[in-house]
């Protein structure tokens, strides 16, 4: 994933019920966890977390 990446962002992140769209903002290499992706909906709401909780729109 990169920067401007259109993304579905986990239920596990944001409570919802369904995978939430947005776009990646930031791309983090975290020695502790791996890489960290943050994502910023339609409505400004940000989330972060593990790329695995990530999945890219084609």
């Keep these: 994933m990169a920067l401007g ?3 579905l962002i986990s239920p596990d992140l944001t409570k919802q019920k369904e995978w939430v769209e947005g776009k990646v903002i930031e791309v ?3 020695s502790f966890i791996g890489t960290v992706i943050s994502a910023k909906t339609a409505n ?3 989330y972060f977390g593990r790329a695995e909780d990530f999945k890219g729109i084609a």
């Design 44 to 46: 400004g709401t940000i």
């Design 28 to 30: 983090e290499n975290n």
């Design 5 to 7: 990446d259109s993304v």
